[in-house]
């Protein structure tokens, strides 16, 4: 039941609002499933809360829920599903998204060890129902997901809803403080944060969070897929023989846009004979990336439908969901994208696992501590522009000692040891 004049006023407003937004919702949705028709689907579980409910046999296993918004916060979060379906007697755990690419993903890493969902969004009436369906024992949000309506029905049923893997920007901070009379409330009635870094942690208290603590990234903590990374090394070798010489092989990951013309320019301003594996964050974007490849007159080909780019391709385009890590196996070297415009930038952490060198441009703000430490350590470079990116990785390329030294660094901030590092 919902009690709306018991909510705080501003808490009352931001309902409103949201309930003006309904009608736009559908439409919305539709928008988006032009170019992915994963948002066709479940409008149950992301309007209404509507979900598989809880049968008495599952009374005895509690359930744990883990909200990952999308494809990183659900790799992020798969040492802790693991840690967690360890042992004999593992709790249910129930994974909700966003994104239907992080939904994908999630069906993926887990298969039917866990179940799924969408997250509602945060109408008041769909947060309950979830909740009243589903009967959480202990909710937990990956990295910064933090709702008024939903913070508030954790608490009022008595769910512990915390943040892990908690990482908060200054820029994020800002915005979330502009609205404190909203924001506020939530951060303060949740039951822990264990953010990444102090400096996260501090953002998060100045905020209203109250017990928080720093216990780093999980993303140290996950190794590269074996399967992954030898089906790259795989890919790597089958070129050589197929190409009948080595090439120089250069991976731009989850480039976001605004970054499109960059790697125009990069791939202008290195030799012409390095392949580019280009990985969008978006896969909805490849069909515009080959456009634009077409325009400039580059040979290009896609993943989806060979896996052996001729000797005349300089472009193989990365466009299927799941296989980072082996694309990242087959490179020399790696650009992080979303990180030459003012988007933040991705999570390096992935290629450094696999002892690549790591290359970044100016905002990197999103991952701020972890990518100053493999720049202080010299397992990455930063570049300024497109231009700049294709004549450092033109050095690298031309220097395998200098890639592997690079690589090696890893270990110096906290990369996990265990990963495998590729040899060729």
Excluded at 51 to 70: F, Y
Excluded at 204 to 214: H, K, P, T, Y
Excluded at 362 to 369: A, R
Aim: aromatic letters at 6%.
């Amino acid at each position: 039941m919902l009690h709306w004049p018991a909510m705080p006023v501003a808490r009352l407003l931001y309902t409103l609002v949201l309930l003006a937004a309904l009608p736009c919702v559908p439409l919305i949705l539709l928008w988006q499933s032009r170019r992915n028709p994963g948002y066709r689907r479940h409008w149950g579980e992301r309007l209404l809360g509507l979900s598989a409910g809880s049968s008495a046999s599952d009374a005895k296993h509690p359930l744990i829920w883990i909200h990952a918004v999308s494809v990183g916060e659900t790799r992020a979060a798969q040492p802790l599903v693991e840690a967690l379906l360890q042992g004999d007697h593992p709790p249910r755990i129930l994974l909700t998204h966003t994104t239907p690419t992080g939904r994908t993903t999630g069906e993926q890493l887990y298969g039917q060890r866990v179940e799924r969902a969408y997250l509602p969004y945060d109408w008041p009436w769909a947060v309950a129902l979830f909740l009243r369906q589903r009967r959480p024992q202990l909710g937990l949000l990956m990295e910064t997901e933090v709702w008024p309506n939903l913070s508030a029905a954790c608490a009022a049923r008595g769910v512990p809803l915390c943040v892990v893997n908690g990482r908060l920007s200054a820029r994020s901070q800002r915005g979330y403080a502009r609205l404190a009379y909203l924001s506020r409330p939530a951060f303060a009635s949740l039951a822990r944060v264990v953010a990444q870094t102090e400096a996260d942690a501090e953002r998060f208290r100045s905020l209203g969070a109250r017990d928080v603590r720093v216990a780093g990234n999980l993303k140290f903590d996950a190794a590269p897929e074996p399967e992954l990374v030898q089906r790259g090394m795989a890919w790597r070798a089958d070129w050589g023989r197929d190409w009948g010489r080595e090439r120089a092989v250069w991976l731009a990951a989850s480039t976001r846009e605004g970054e499109d013309a960059a790697m125009l320019d990069a791939l202008a301003s290195m030799p012409t004979d390095a392949l580019l594996i280009w990985a969008p964050r978006h896969p909805h974007r490849v069909p515009e990336i080959a456009a634009l490849l077409d325009r400039a007159g580059i040979r290009h080909q896609r993943r989806s439908q060979t896996t052996q780019p001729d000797a005349q391709t300089r472009v193989w385009i990365g466009d299927t969901l799941g296989e980072l890590a082996a694309y990242i196996a087959a490179a020399d070297a790696v650009f992080v994208g979303g990180s030459l415009v003012e988007l933040g930038g991705q999570n390096l952490l992935e290629p450094c696992a696999q002892g690549k060198p790591v290359l970044v441009g100016p905002h990197t703000f999103n991952f701020l501590q972890v990518t100053e430490d493999a720049l202080d350590a010299g397992a990455a470079l930063r570049v300024s522009n497109g231009t700049e990116l294709g004549l450092q990785l033109g050095l690298l390329l031309a220097e395998p000692a200098r890639r592997e030294s690079m690589g090696a660094l890893r270990r110096h901030f906290g990369c996990n040891d265990g990963a495998p590092l590729p040899q060729r």
